[in-house]
Every structure is written in structure tokens, then in C-alpha cells.
């Protein structure tokens, strides 16, 4: 295997992202501008489901409410157990910190662009990935999740491949090992995003499904168990494809079949958004900053 290449000489950028399209998308407009448009709305929800969790689960300490941390997801917050709450809270806060930064840290990270920008926001988005990533792990191995052995074992691995990949993308950082990093940085943003995935997932199957899978309000029903893997899983298989492709330009007969998924994966997630947004994110983060 060849060493890498000093940092300034041109072999040795790394390939684009999966969010440079000039490239491997060049020729095929539909999914060039439907992609830009996933892009956009996922970038828009991840934000607004950041603020909500950094003003909704944040404000709750001062405003003196930390039970409000079990509104949707029970046992969050268990009375007398202070490095629990500690160790969810840390996740909840560095997790709203991942939810802003990632696109950014993808679109800043591309060649060309703006390299000490990109370091800055990378050590930042690291380390608050592996706050998320251990104080998950923590609050599981001290409480366990309210969902028994199938989401303690979904959310745990959750939690070991989030520091994992944090680990590795700052590690092949500091190498110069430019191509190994992205690739790394992709799979970070793709777990990153899972706690977004989690309640977009559920919103979309409780509207179109109508509860199919008997889901129960102590999280320990067959659809939950599925959903305890779901939300992170598919999100690696997609971001190891997009790393093999590289810059290779789609096939005609995949970009037929891509085109129509993105454009209505953008759809449906305008729409769950607006709905999570109008019905419960929204008046959430007015009622806590009404109260405080």
C-alpha cells in the first residue's frame, strides 16, 4: 500500500463527497436538483429537531422540569439517578450539536473550499459525537432503556459505533490520510443523523401504517424491536455505497430508478417535517421558552 501524500500535493485530496455533485451527478439534471432538494429539506428538519432538542430537553433543567425528558420516550429521566441524567443529558446536547453540524462539516470538507473552517468545526463535531456516543452508552449500561433487550442492544451499538467513528475520522484527520477520513466522516454523519431517522421513521409509519406492528407505549413491541437496528443500519449501507462509487458516474438505468426515490424521499420528508414541526416541535419550543 502506498504512503500517503503530503497534504499540499493535489493526489492526495480526497474524492469528493456524496454532496458534491458537480461530478459524479453532472449528468443527469433530475437527480442532480432532486438530491440538491434532499439535501436541503434533511438538512432543514435535522436543524429544527436540533433546536427543539437543545430548547425542549435543555430547558427543562432550568425551568425545573426534568421530567418532561419522558414525554415521549419513558424512563429518560428517573428520579435520584443523577449520572444517568447526566449521561442522557450530555447525549442530548452534543446530539442537537450533530444534528446542525452535519451537512455543514460534509459541504466545508470538500476541495477547495475552506480547509481551516473545516478543521475548526471538525474537532467540535468529533468530540460532540463521542459526548452523544458515551453518554448513550452510559445511560444505558447504568439504567437500561425502557424498550428491555432489544433496544438495549440496538441503542448500545449505537452508541460504540458513533464513538468508533468518531475516533477514526479524527484519527485518519491528524494522519493526513484524506481519503480514509472522509469516508470515516461519511459514516459518522450517517449514524449522526439516526436520532433525527428515529422519530422521522416513526412519524411516517404511525401517519401512512397506522400503528402496523404493534407498537406499545413501553417501546417493546415488534415494531419497536425492528426499529431499535432500523434507524442507524440502512443509514451505513448507503453511506459504504457512496463511498465505493466515488466520483463513478451512475448508470442510465440507475439514475431511472434513483431519480424518482430521491425526489419522493424529499417529498415525504417536507412533509413529515412540516407536520412534526406544526404539531409538536414548534409548540414545544414556544411553551419552554414561554416558561423559563
Same mark, same amino acid.
Do not use: C
Given at each position: ?9 493535489? !493526489? ?37 429537531? $436540533? ?19 419522558? !414525554? ?11 449520572? $444517568? ?44 459525537? !463521542? ?12 439504567? $437500561? ?8 442492544? $440496538? ?5 460504540? *459505533? ?15 490520510? *484524506? ?62 455505497? *457512496? ?50
Amino acid at each position: 500500500m502506498k504512503p500517503d501524500l503530503p497534504l499540499s500535493s493535489p !493526489a492526495a485530496q480526497p474524492p469528493l463527497g456524496p454532496l458534491d455533485l458537480s461530478g459524479s451527478l453532472r449528468s443527469s439534471p433530475a437527480l442532480r436538483y432532486g438530491w440538491r432538494a434532499l439535501v436541503a429539506v434533511t438538512w432543514a428538519s435535522m436543524a429544527i429537531f $436540533g433546536v427543539y432538542i437543545a430548547v425542549y430537553y435543555g430547558g427543562a433543567i432550568p425551568a425545573g422540569e426534568p421530567r418532561d425528558w419522558n !414525554a415521549v420516550l419513558p424512563r429518560l429521566y428517573v428520579p435520584g439517578e443523577r449520572w $444517568g441524567s447526566v449521561a442522557i443529558g450530555a447525549h442530548f446536547l452534543a446530539g442537537s450539536m450533530l444534528l446542525a453540524m452535519g451537512p455543514a462539516q460534509l459541504i466545508t470538507g470538500r476541495r477547495g473550499t475552506t480547509p481551516r473552517l473545516h478543521r475548526w468545526m471538525g474537532r467540535v463535531y468529533v468530540a460532540a459525537a !463521542a459526548i452523544a456516543g458515551l453518554g448513550g452508552t452510559l445511560y444505558i449500561a447504568l439504567l $437500561g432503556t425502557v424498550g428491555g433487550t432489544p433496544m438495549n442492544v $440496538g441503542f448500545g451499538l449505537y452508541g460504540v *459505533l458513533m464513538v468508533v467513528a468518531a475516533v477514526e475520522t479524527f484519527r485518519h484527520a491528524r494522519a493526513r490520510q *484524506l481519503a480514509r477520513h472522509r469516508a470515516w466522516a461519511i459514516r459518522l454523519v450517517a449514524l449522526a443523523v439516526g436520532s433525527w431517522l428515529y422519530r422521522m421513521d416513526y412519524g411516517l409509519w404511525l401517519k401512512l401504517a397506522h400503528g402496523i406492528g404493534h407498537h406499545s407505549r413501553t417501546f417493546d413491541g415488534p415494531f419497536d424491536a425492528f426499529m431499535a437496528f432500523f434507524f442507524y443500519v440502512p443509514n451505513l449501507a448507503v453511506a459504504e455505497a *457512496l463511498i465505493r462509487a466515488g466520483n463513478t458516474p451512475p448508470s442510465r438505468r440507475t439514475r431511472r430508478v434513483l431519480t424518482p426515490l430521491v425526489i419522493v424521499a424529499a417529498a415525504l420528508i417536507a412533509l413529515a417535517t412540516w407536520l412534526f414541526t406544526a404539531s409538536y416541535w414548534a409548540p414545544h419550543i414556544v411553551a419552554r421558552i414561554a416558561a423559563l
